[in-house]
């Protein structure tokens, strides 16, 4: 459960703490970095500048790489109960004729699980046990301290001064247009626009509970995944396309289709009877560095994703776990040592799923019929087991986060 609290409640909480952190923004890696702490023993401030959790949700897809959140956390079987398990994968021709079907289950079920979820129910399983949070609240200034930490003027949304407090670290989880980034950093992230966006939208669960469908027509994307009880729904195309509507948009992606079926019908359905599906630009941005004088990126602030391969929630979770687990071995002495082998070890995981991802794009986000077809004969050879297998062996190689931070220690 989220605990709205005073600012002034949470800077008391943490006075004695070994390690005085900041967590601005409450997105899937602010609540990951934040819960893990607090496990550990601290009291991190976290605040969000939005006056609620009101984010209309979408579904995510979450590797086995995540698992051990959840397990350190002790919410692993709630996660298990509030999610459901993705064993299979459905490629869909442009104009709508099942391609092929891949078995998920085999690919990953040796590493952990791979479930589908909805973001709200993520919410509430990370936040299970309690999570204090200040909203309507974000950073106005970060300045050195002049013992290694920073102080911080915290103001609301409109702007004016809250309150102020000083941390040994700060940490900019707060999404892929972040502020902290443009505050900690002088050097403009890297972005890429696809060019599209598309609306998510919720239906009813018609049966193959465990099965997440894909069509890449010509000009549009149809993508329907299962979560608990339902399917998230996400229709996509070029933006200037969609400037018609969400009903316009999906009576001509109906016009384009020879073979639909009521799973994917009732996805089409559910664009238009929402009455404001949630609208996602798709774009992605990577951050040069994410250890910055100031404090740390991390999240969508340091390596916003595409969702082209699924991914993205997931190692924004992944690199918060690392963290807080890296952090549990350092003072204010070696935290600095310890953040910098954090960001050697992580940066280039993160980036490679990233790099994953575009890759993905460039086959999806194109028209035109002949790319289709090109793209079919593709994907009649190429299994989610080959598209996927760099994401795989990361899953498979995932560091040890004490090893490296006892290491760095030692070093001292």
Same mark, same amino acid.
């Given at each position: 459960?989220?605990?709205?609290? &005073?600012?002034?409640?949470?800077?008391?909480?943490?006075?004695?703490?070994?390690?005085?952190?900041?967590?601005?923004?409450?997105?899937?890696?602010?609540?990951?970095?934040?819960?893990?702490?607090?496990?550990?023993?601290?009291?991190? #401030?976290?605040?969000? !500048?939005?006056?609620?959790?009101?984010? &209309?949700?979408?579904?995510?897809?979450?590797?086995?790489?995540?698992?051990?959140?959840?397990?350190?956390?002790?919410?692993?079987?709630?996660?298990?109960?509030?999610?459901?398990?993705?064993?299979?994968?459905? *490629?869909?021709?442009?104009?709508?004729? %099942?391609?092929?079907?891949?078995?998920?289950?085999?690919? $990953?079920?040796?590493?952990?699980?791979?479930?589908?979820?909805?973001?709200?129910?993520?919410?509430?399983?990370?936040?299970?046990?309690?999570?204090?949070?200040?909203?309507?609240?974000? #950073?106005?200034?970060?300045?050195?301290?002049?013992?290694?930490?920073?102080?911080?003027?915290?103001?609301?949304?409109?702007? +004016?001064?809250?309150?102020?407090?000083? *941390?040994?670290?700060?940490?900019?989880?707060?999404?892929?247009?972040?502020?902290?980034?443009?505050?900690?950093?002088?050097?403009?992230?890297?972005?890429?626009?696809?060019?599209?966006?598309?609306?998510?939208?919720?239906?009813?669960?018609?049966?193959?509970?465990?099965?997440?469908?894909?069509?890449?027509?010509?000009?549009?994307?149809?993508?329907?995944?299962? #979560?608990?009880?339902?399917?998230?729904?996400?229709?996509?195309?070029?933006?200037?396309? $969609?400037? #018609?509507?969400?009903?316009?948009?999906?009576?001509?992606?109906?016009?384009?289709?020879?073979?639909?079926?009521?799973?994917?019908?009732?996805?089409?359905? =559910?664009?238009?009877?929402?009455?404001? %599906?949630?609208?996602?630009?798709?774009?992605?941005?990577?951050?040069?560095?994410?250890?910055?004088?100031?404090?740390?990126?991390?999240?969508?602030?340091? +390596?916003?994703?595409?969702?082209?391969?699924?991914?993205?929630?997931?190692?924004?979770?992944?690199?918060?776990?690392?963290? @807080?687990?890296? $952090?549990?071995?350092?003072? !204010?002495?070696?935290?600095?040592?310890?953040?910098?082998?954090?960001?050697?070890?992580?940066? %280039?995981?993160?980036?490679? @799923?990233?790099?994953?991802?575009?890759?993905?794009?460039?086959?999806?986000?194109?028209?035109?019929?002949?790319?289709?077809?090109?793209?079919?004969?593709?994907?009649?050879?190429?299994?989610?087991?080959? =598209?996927?297998?760099?994401?795989?062996?990361?899953?498979? +190689?995932?560091?040890? %986060?004490?090893?490296?931070?006892?290491?760095?220690?030692?070093?001292?």
């Amino acid at each position: 459960m989220l605990d709205p609290t &005073p600012l002034d409640t949470q800077l008391a909480a943490q006075t004695e703490d070994r390690l005085r952190v900041l967590v601005v923004g409450a997105g899937m890696a602010g609540l990951t970095v934040a819960q893990l702490l607090r496990h550990n023993g601290l009291h991190p #401030v976290l605040v969000d !500048r939005m006056p609620r959790m009101e984010h &209309p949700g979408y579904m995510l897809a979450l590797m086995p790489l995540v698992d051990q959140v959840f397990i350190d956390l002790g919410i692993r079987e709630r996660y298990r109960e509030e999610s459901t398990p993705l064993r299979s994968y459905r *490629f869909r021709a442009h104009r709508g004729k %099942p391609l092929r079907t891949d078995s998920l289950g085999e690919l $990953l079920s040796v590493y952990g699980d791979y479930n589908g979820i909805g973001r709200g129910e993520l919410v509430h399983v990370l936040t299970a046990n309690g999570c204090p949070i200040t909203y309507g609240t974000t #950073v106005g200034s970060a300045q050195p301290d002049g013992a290694g930490g920073s102080r911080v003027e915290f103001v609301d949304r409109d702007g +004016a001064v809250v309150g102020t407090g000083e *941390f040994d670290l700060v940490i900019g989880a707060d999404g892929m247009h972040s502020r902290m980034r443009d505050l900690l950093s002088s050097t403009p992230a890297q972005r890429l626009d696809t060019g599209w966006a598309g609306w998510v939208a919720w239906a009813d669960d018609l049966g193959s509970a465990d099965l997440g469908e894909e069509l890449w027509g010509d000009g549009f994307f149809l993508g329907v995944y299962p #979560v608990k009880d339902r399917l998230g729904v996400f229709l996509g195309g070029p933006i200037p396309d $969609l400037r #018609v509507g969400p009903s316009a948009f999906v009576d001509d992606v109906r016009e384009r289709l020879d073979e639909v079926g009521p799973r994917l019908s009732a996805a089409l359905d =559910a664009v238009t009877d929402d009455p404001a %599906p949630c609208f996602w630009h798709l774009e992605d941005v990577r951050s040069e560095r994410w250890v910055l004088p100031g404090g740390v990126l991390i999240g969508d602030a340091a +390596a916003g994703f595409l969702p082209t391969a699924g991914i993205g929630a997931g190692m924004a979770m992944e690199a918060a776990w690392m963290l @807080a687990r890296m $952090l549990s071995h350092a003072d !204010r002495e070696s935290l600095t040592a310890v953040l910098a082998e954090w960001e050697r070890i992580e940066k %280039p995981r993160v980036e490679s @799923a990233q790099s994953n991802s575009r890759m993905l794009a460039k086959l999806m986000f194109r028209r035109g019929r002949a790319v289709a077809w090109l793209r079919e004969t593709v994907m009649r050879l190429l299994s989610v087991r080959a =598209a996927l297998g760099p994401i795989v062996k990361l899953v498979a +190689a995932r560091p040890d %986060p004490d090893a490296a931070a006892e290491r760095v220690v030692r070093a001292g």
